[in-house]
């Protein structure tokens, strides 16, 4: 069979399979329809099912999470884990704890994250899982309980060879901190490598909380540089105000960039003179509120409500750091034509699929979230390393491999992209390179 047409047949067949989830639908049919020039050159992967095989989760768990209020009152939410494919590594993805969680956008991320570990280079297989659980407004105890009970179901199916969670949106130290705590408890052993983003007392490793955000910019940095441009002087629109676009905003000043808006959920703010981060990371990371309250702080910026209108704001460089779907294709028309350059995605798949296409056809620098997010898992993956040898590296020492890491990513999509007749296709370039390492790993391992 021709590999158009298998590719379409192999696609036909997910909308038969996973009805109503759009956001798996699209993530596969992205990157599917990219490697059609690989199966053209490599039939045997046509031949041996590899693409049913890939699209096809080796195991999903769903479960009950069943939690007391401070009220004394019973909630329940509903955990998710899939564990999408081992072929080059335990599987290794975060968790989600968001109102909006549920089965396709697990699996679409849990999809994602099989290609961005595979371009990381480290021995790392995809899964992602989370929770329909909203943290926002719980108490610390809540989210204890909560956690306590998630924990308390998923320490059946992880395990540092087996899965490795960690963050994602809603979960940070503070939960993965409770999450250890729990597992250690039910399993009566201590065992780091089974979480990562840990306390820096027992098992983290530094510069894991800045390393998505740095990472993301040192990719930028990459694709910039490669068309004779740097962030010195750029100015930068961030979406999001969590822990990918903090970092992010703190690597970019550092670089010579003015970071002019940063969003959450209920709106966006302006600063002309550039965002004073360390005013956002006492919102956002120390009293949990709102990033209107950047206003009582510096009364010379601006606070817009609602956060898509963010885009209109004119820059040279976007790094959208919130959520799936915040650049349909209207605001990526708008950013086209305020002349941005680069677009580098820190946040999984924030760009619709029409929007890539603007970007595309409009000769911007395009990121795709994993190539260019894929630091924060790399650090993970050195955060394991550390753990198995019983060492602790120093900051300098994981921000330089951090680096290399996100050197190396840009290097190998862009060397893809060319070497399958699309120069400068970073998206077709990551797709191919991740895809390929798996791809060699699944032939050899025979039909498991
Ligand atoms: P956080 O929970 O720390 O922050 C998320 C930010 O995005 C918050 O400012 C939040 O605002 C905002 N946000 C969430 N949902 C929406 C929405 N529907 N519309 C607008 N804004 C929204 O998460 P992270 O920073 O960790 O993650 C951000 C993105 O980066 C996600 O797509 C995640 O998958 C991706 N990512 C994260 C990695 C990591 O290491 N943390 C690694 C790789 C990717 P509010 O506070 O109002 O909810």
Redesign the pocket.
């Known amino acids: 069979m021709e590999a158009k047409q298998y590719v379409e047949k192999v696609l036909s067949k997910i909308n038969r399979t996973n009805p109503g989830e759009k956001e798996f639908i699209d993530a596969t049919k992205e990157v599917l329809i990219s490697l059609i020039p690989v199966l053209e050159k490599h039939p045997e992967f046509i031949k041996a099912s590899l693409l049913e095989r890939i699209v096809e989760p080796e195991r999903q768990i769903i479960f009950r999470v069943p939690w007391i209020n401070d009220d004394g009152e019973i909630e329940v939410n509903r955990g998710f884990r899939v564990q999408f494919n081992n072929a080059i590594g335990p599987y290794k993805g975060?968790l989600?704890f968001?109102p909006?969680v549920n089965l396709s956008i697990i699996k679409f991320?849990g999809f994602e994250q099989i290609f961005?570990n595979s371009l990381t280079g480290l021995p790392i297989g995809g899964a992602k899982g989370g929770s329909d659980f909203n943290p926002?407004g719980k108490s610390d105890n809540e989210i204890m309980r909560f956690c306590q009970s998630f924990m308390a179901e998923l320490y059946k199916y992880i395990g540092g060879n087996m899965d490795v969670p960690?963050?994602?949106?809603?979960?940070?130290g503070r939960e993965i901190g409770y999450l250890y705590g729990y597992y250690k408890k039910l399993k009566s052993l201590s065992e780091q490598g089974v979480l990562t983003?840990k306390g820096l007392t027992f098992g983290g490793s530094l510069a894991?909380t800045e390393?998505?955000?740095y990472g993301l910019v040192y990719f930028a940095e990459e694709m910039l540089n490669d068309n004779d441009m740097s962030f010195k002087g750029k100015t930068v629109v961030i979406?999001?105000?969590?822990?990918?676009?903090?970092y992010a905003t703190q690597k970019a000043q550092e670089l010579g960039a003015k970071v002019v808006a940063?969003?959450?959920?209920?709106g966006y703010i302006y600063d002309e003179n550039g965002i004073d981060i360390n005013v956002i990371k006492e919102i956002?990371e120390v009293r949990?509120g709102?990033?209107k309250e950047y206003l009582d702080v510096v009364p010379n910026s601006k606070y817009q409500e609602g956060?898509?209108k963010i885009w209109e704001i004119k820059c040279d460089i976007a790094l959208p750091?919130?959520?799936?779907?915040?650049i349909n294709k209207q605001s990526a028309e708008i950013l086209v034509t305020n002349r941005v350059k680069v677009v580098a995605e820190?946040?999984?798949?924030?760009s619709t699929l029409e929007a890539i296409e603007v970007f595309q056809n409009n000769n911007v620098l395009f990121g795709p979230?994993k190539a260019a997010?894929?630091?924060?898992?790399a650090?993970?993956a050195l955060e394991m390393s550390q753990n198995s040898l019983r060492l602790s590296w120093t900051f300098e020492e994981v921000d330089k491999k951090l680096k290399e890491i996100m050197k190396n990513i840009y290097n190998n999509t862009k060397k893809s992209a060319e070497e399958y007749g699309q120069p400068g296709n970073i998206l077709m370039g990551a797709n191919i390179a991740g895809f390929m390492k798996v791809a060699k790993a699944m032939m050899s391992q025979g039909l498991v």
């Open positions: 975060g989600r968001h909006s991320l961005k926002k960690a963050g994602d949106i809603g979960v940070g983003g894991r390393a998505t955000g979406s999001g105000s969590g822990n990918v676009a903090i940063l969003s959450d959920s209920n956002k949990r709102r990033i956060c898509n750091c919130a959520t799936q779907g915040e820190g946040a999984n798949m924030p979230a997010n894929a630091g924060g898992v650090c993970s």
